[in-house]
């Protein structure tokens, strides 16, 4: 653990990926200890285009918790901060109590720093909270020396959070027992499984989402006769098929049940009194161009998924991306070039054939996608060795703020 001189701050920095869902998790039947009427399924996305990074720093000096969130000081007094410091603190006692020498480094009433930054807007709707949690509950493990399933930490963060402690495919199995220990994330197959799979992440607009996901998800569990149908009848199944398409790489599969569940979640936002609305024209543009597209080939060579919000997250197969990217330049025409239009992984151009372009059943429609974000599969948090990137100067203060 690198200490700092005479301050005494001891400091560690990691990172951590974002999540998107392909079975989605939408509603709670316990609210404090958010534990999920269902399971869910997602692909953790490549940390080079899309991260979290958190140093946590902690020192019998500091006077007071303190956080800083892209370079701006946050109130601490959060209720699900509050809640994860909580759980990781009680887990460190925990592990003292039955002796784990590892556990013993740090003295677990000191006053900690929090400096956290995203290599992505906080506000475009990607799922920020989840990769921020995750990232926070990891760090925080790492400083106080634990180790072991953290999912019931993240989890109570975010619920989405837990998935993002793993990396590849990860299933968040919803549990049983009342007081959630059973309710964990767990990988399915790690991010070299599929490498063929790709994901696209469309921005269609970077404004905050309408109703945010925790009063949105509590409405429709008070209101939706669909969501109790949806997590009793439906996601079970689906849970199981959804697995074993991303064991046997069968992308057909894998990309029908992930459109259908991104449908079933919005026709569940749809049935909650008074309704939600996540989708806008240009959601429903692309999935009209999905559709065409697989039509136009028979068969099913993308799929979209939208969570809280309106941005469009695609996965198709590496052979099938230059096409399915030119086509997008060309039914959503950027005003920006091509080199901002796309970015993240490099993506070839294509041509487009005629007959393709007939078949996609639209009117172009210019800037409707702001811009796209071309990533894959990738690891689960790590930690950070090189001192020079921590957010903390030694002092324990940030060393950029905005
Ligand atoms: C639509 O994890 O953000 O993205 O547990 O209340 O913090 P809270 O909700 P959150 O919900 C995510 C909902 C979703 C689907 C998903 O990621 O599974």
């Not at 030694?394 to 060393?399: E, F, H, I, Q």
Request: with cysteine; net charge neutral; hydrophobic share 35%.
């Amino acid at each position: 653990m690198p200490e700092n001189g005479h301050q005494n701050v001891t400091m560690v920095t990691c990172t951590a990926p974002v999540n998107i869902a392909v079975i989605k998790y939408w509603g709670k039947r316990d609210e404090g200890l958010i534990l999920p009427v269902n399971s869910s399924l997602s692909v953790t996305l490549h940390q080079e285009q899309l991260k979290t990074t958190t140093t946590v720093a902690c020192s019998s000096s500091f006077q007071e918790d303190r956080m800083w969130l892209n370079g701006k000081e946050e109130d601490m007094k959060h209720p699900r901060l509050q809640l994860c410091l909580r759980e990781i603190r009680r887990l460190v006692r925990k592990r003292r109590n039955t002796g784990d020498p590892a556990s013993d480094v740090i003295s677990v009433s000191h006053k900690l720093h929090i400096c956290s930054m995203n290599n992505f807007p906080t506000a475009a709707g990607l799922a920020s909270s989840a990769a921020g949690y995750a990232c926070l509950v990891y760090t925080l493990s790492k400083l106080f020396g634990v180790d072991g399933n953290l999912s019931v930490v993240a989890r109570q963060g975010s619920g989405s959070a837990c998935r993002s402690l793993y990396g590849g495919f990860v299933q968040w199995k919803m549990g049983e027992r009342s007081d959630g220990e059973d309710s964990v994330a767990e990988q399915v197959e790690s991010e070299s499984h599929w490498p063929q799979l790709r994901v696209l992440i469309l921005v269609v607009s970077a404004e905050q989402k309408s109703v945010g996901s925790t009063s949105g998800m509590h409405t429709s569990v008070e209101t939706s006769p669909l969501l109790k149908y949806r997590a009793d009848a439906v996601v079970p199944c689906r849970m199981e098929e959804m697995i074993m398409a991303v064991r046997q790489r069968d992308f057909a599969a894998f990309a029908e049940l992930t459109m259908k569940d991104s449908n079933q979640f919005h026709a569940t936002c749809l049935d909650t009194y008074p309704p939600i609305f996540y989708l806008n024209d240009i959601s429903h543009s692309i999935i009209n161009l999905v559709h065409c597209y697989n039509q136009h080939y028979r068969e099913t060579r993308v799929a979209y998924t939208f969570d809280a919000g309106p941005n469009a997250v695609i996965y198709t197969l590496q052979e099938h991306l230059p096409e399915f990217v030119e086509l997008l330049h060309h039914f959503f025409p950027p005003q920006t070039n091509r080199g901002e239009f796309v970015k993240g992984l490099p993506v070839c151009s294509a041509s487009l054939s005629e007959d393709l372009k007939r078949d996609i059943k639209m009117e172009p429609k210019p800037n409707g996608i702001r811009y796209i974000i071309s990533t894959k599969a990738g690891p689960g948090p790590c930690v950070l060795e090189d001192p020079n990137l921590h957010l903390l100067a030694a002092d324990g203060m940030p060393k950029n703020t905005a």
